[in-house]
């Protein structure tokens, strides 16, 4: 049974700093590309960043050069570093694979940047 846990969310103040988890099992992490995505208040779903097995990373612009997306494959857990958070990045955020055919996607974590 494959199952991604999302955890780190909050309340932060804009310019602070967030570490967001996902700790995956049931599947084979360490062959497995993760993605962070995020949805806002009216908005859809958007990617956030991937890293792929072998580390290589790709980000939205608009987060580009303050998230950064790392992986653990002893853990089996993939990060996401917020850096200067904005009220833009409100969001709840999703941790999400793609495995043996299928998607699968953690329950969220709400991460809400405001003064």
């Known amino acids: 049974q494959v199952q991604l846990v999302e955890s780190g969310g909050g309340l932060v103040q804009p310019g602070g700093s967030l570490r967001l988890s996902c700790a995956a099992s049931?599947?084979?992490?360490?062959?497995?590309?993760m993605s962070w995505y995020r949805q806002g208040p009216g908005k859809q779903r958007e990617l956030v960043a991937t890293?792929?097995?072998?580390?290589?990373?790709n980000y939205a612009d608009s987060v580009k050069g303050r998230f950064t997306i790392s992986r653990d494959n002893v853990e089996n857990t993939v990060y996401l570093r917020m850096n200067n958070l904005n009220p833009e990045d409100t969001a709840v955020y999703y941790c999400?694979?793609?495995?043996?055919?299928?998607?699968?996607w953690g329950q969220g974590t709400q991460v809400t940047v405001s003064s």
């Open positions: 049931g599947i084979s992490f360490s062959i497995s590309a």
């Open positions: 890293i792929t097995p072998i580390y290589t990373t």
């Open positions: 999400h694979t793609f495995y043996r055919g299928r998607y699968y």
